[in-house]
C-alpha cells in the first residue's frame, strides 16, 4: 500500500504509516533543514524540496512512477486573519488569496483530485476550527465537498493513544470507497476508564537522559539558561508554575508567557511547542527540555537524527504528529484498505 506525505516536516506522520507497513512513494516540504533531515534519515524515500504549487500534475505522476497511490496525507500550515467577511465562500477565496500559507490547504485538495487516493488524511492545529470564528473550516468544508469524498473531522487528544503528552490536534480523514468514516478508538484515559489504560506519564520516556549531560550528535544538547532564569526555575513546583505574584524583585519581569511551566514525573507531558526556542522545564532538572526529550515524549526512535541548528531542530520535533499514533491511524485504515481487497 503505497503513501504520499505533503507538508511533512520531520516524517512523523509517514514514520507510523512506514512502521505499518506502507511504502512511502513521495514527500513533499520546501523547508531545506527539513529536506536534510529526511535526507539523513529516509534516503530511500523520494523527496520534493520545492513549493508545492511547483509540483504539476505531470511531475507529481512522474516522482510516484504512475503508481496508485492507497493514502495522500500531510499537514498543511494555515494562518488566521483578525477580519472576517459575510460571506464565507468569498471569504475563503479572499484569505486564501491574501497569504500564502492560507493557499497551502488548497494545494492540498489539488494534489488529492489528482491523485485520487483511496484514502486521505490531513492534521492540523485545534485553532483550525475557530480561525477566523469558524468561517475558514467552513470555506475547507466546501473545497472537499467538490472532491466527492466521504469525510469526517474530529479534535484528538494524542494522549489518550498512548503518546506521554497532552496534545490535542485536528484530523480529518476521507475516502471514496464508500467505506464508513470513523476515527481509531482511544486505548487510554486520564485514569483508565471504559477498559482503556490510564495516561502514560512522561517520565519514563525521559527519565534515563538524565544521566547523559550532553551529547549534541544525539540533539541533547541543554539550552544555556542564564543565571536569573536558573533561579526561577529552581521557585517552579513540579507539574507547576512560576509564582509569578510571589517573587523576588530581582526575579521579576513584566511578562513571562507560558515558558514557565515545569513537568510532573507522573503525568503526561505539556504540548511540545517550542516557544522561545525552550520545551516545557524538566522534571527534576531546573532547565527546559533538550531536542532529544522532547522527542522522546513525541514518540521519535532514538536513531531519528534532527538537522539544522537548535531552533530548528526543536520546531521539527515540535510540530511533528507523533508517530505513535500515526502507526495507530495507518493500521486503522490498512485494515478497511485490506477489507476491500478481499
Request: charged content about 25%; hydrophobic content about 35%; glycine content about 8%.
Amino acid at each position: 500500500m503505497k503513501v504520499v506525505d505533503l507538508f511533512c516536516g520531520a516524517g512523523g506522520l509517514h514514520l507510523g504509516f512506514q512502521e505499518a507497513g506502507f511504502e512511502i512513494k513521495l514527500a513533499v516540504d520546501s523547508n531545506p533543514i527539513v529536506a536534510k533531515t529526511h535526507e539523513f534519515n529516509f534516503p530511500e524515500i523520494p523527496f520534493f524540496s520545492d513549493d508545492i504549487n511547483q509540483l504539476t500534475g505531470f511531475e507529481l505522476f512522474n516522482l510516484i512512477e504512475g503508481e496508485e497511490i492507497d493514502v495522500l496525507i500531510g499537514g498543511p500550515p494555515c494562518q488566521g486573519f483578525s477580519t472576517i467577511g459575510k460571506r464565507v465562500s468569498s471569504n475563503f477565496e479572499r484569505r486564501t488569496a491574501e497569504d500564502e500559507r492560507n493557499k497551502l490547504i488548497l494545494e492540498y485538495i489539488r494534489i488529492l483530485n489528482q491523485l485520487k487516493p483511496k484514502y486521505f488524511v490531513i492534521e492540523n492545529v485545534k485553532g483550525l476550527l475557530t480561525m477566523d470564528k469558524g468561517d475558514f473550516i467552513k470555506g475547507v468544508y466546501k473545497e472537499l465537498d467538490k472532491t466527492g469524498y466521504d469525510y469526517k473531522l474530529k479534535l484528538l487528544n494524542m494522549a489518550d493513544y498512548g503518546v506521554p503528552q497532552l496534545r490535542e490536534r485536528v484530523f480529518i480523514i476521507g475516502n471514496r470507497l464508500g467505506h464508513e468514516v470513523n476515527f481509531p478508538l482511544p486505548t487510554h484515559s486520564e485514569n483508565g476508564e471504559d477498559g482503556t489504560f490510564s495516561w502514560e506519564n512522561c517520565w519514563y520516556a525521559i527519565q534515563d537522559l538524565v544521566e547523559i549531560k550532553e551529547d549534541k550528535d544525539f540533539n541533547h544538547v541543554p539550552l544555556k539558561h542564564t543565571e536569573k532564569i536558573i533561579e526561577r526555575y529552581k521557585l517552579i513546583p513540579e507539574g507547576g508554575r512560576l509564582p509569578e505574584n510571589d517573587l523576588p524583585p530581582e526575579l521579576y519581569r513584566k511578562n513571562f508567557g507560558n515558558t514557565y511551566k515545569r513537568l510532573s514525573r507522573f503525568k503526561p507531558a505539556l504540548t511540545m511547542v517550542p516557544g522561545n526556542d525552550a520545551f516545557p522545564i524538566h522534571p527534576i532538572l531546573n532547565r527546559s527540555l533538550t531536542v532529544r526529550e522532547a522527542a522522546r515524549i513525541q514518540t521519535f526512535p532514538d536513531w531519528m537524527i534532527f538537522k539544522g541548528n537548535r531552533r530548528q531542530q526543536g520546531h521539527q520535533v515540535g510540530n511533528a504528529v507523533p508517530p505513535l499514533f500515526s502507526r495507530i491511524l495507518a493500521e486503522h485504515i490498512k485494515k478497511k484498505l485490506l477489507k476491500e481487497e478481499v
